[in-house]
């Protein structure tokens, strides 16, 4: 497993649906590419460094004295053990950093899970009113609309009465005129 890969799965709230995603590839740092390099081409790297010693030594002066020798490998060897050291210390610091970051996402991942939670609870009481607007609505519209139904059948039977008796008049006016003309 990487370092870039979480070892503890994300906790997930009640009812949720959590997909793992993967976790990103992180970019190779400069002494893992040289590492790398090193493993694939061994040969190539022994000859290049052997070649990088014969550059230097052919630059300095045949009679070098042993003090100035002792010396150079003195600070070479410094050199090296302060790189090793100050590798460390940042790797180590980028491990610590990565940790810290994980918690915080882990923190900010709590907190979403609230607000979202919180808000799935919002959504259900303002539906939960709004059908119950929505009911009691519809039953006074119907309510409305009975009575006002109630009301145009009543004039409608009123006028039809109406009209039934004026009909029935019409009728017996036309018979009497009818009478009246024969007679």
Known sequence: MSKTESSTP??????????????????????????AF??????????????????V??????RVSRRIVARTLDLAEAAGTASVVLGRKAGDKAHDIG????????????????????AILNLEKYG??????????????A????????AAADTANRLGDAAAVRSTKVLHMAEDLKKRVRS
Do not use: M, Y
């Open 99 to 118: 940790i810290d970051a994980r918690k915080q996402a882990s923190k900010f991942a709590d907190s979403a899970e609230k607000a979202s939670d919180l």
């Open 143 to 150: 309510r409305r609309a009975s009575r006002l139904g109630d």
């Open 57 to 62: 030594s052919a630059l300095l002066p045949r």
């Open 10 to 35: 994300i906790a997930a709230g009640k009812g949720a649906n959590v997909v793992a995603l993967p976790a990103k590839i992180a970019e190779p740092t400069p002494s893992d590419k040289v590492i």
């Open 38 to 55: 090193v493993k694939k081409h061994p040969v190539l790297t022994v000859a290049g460094g052997v070649a990088v010693g014969v550059a």
């Open 128 to 141: 939960l009113a709004a059908v119950g607007a929505a009911s009691a609505l519809g039953r006074a519209t």
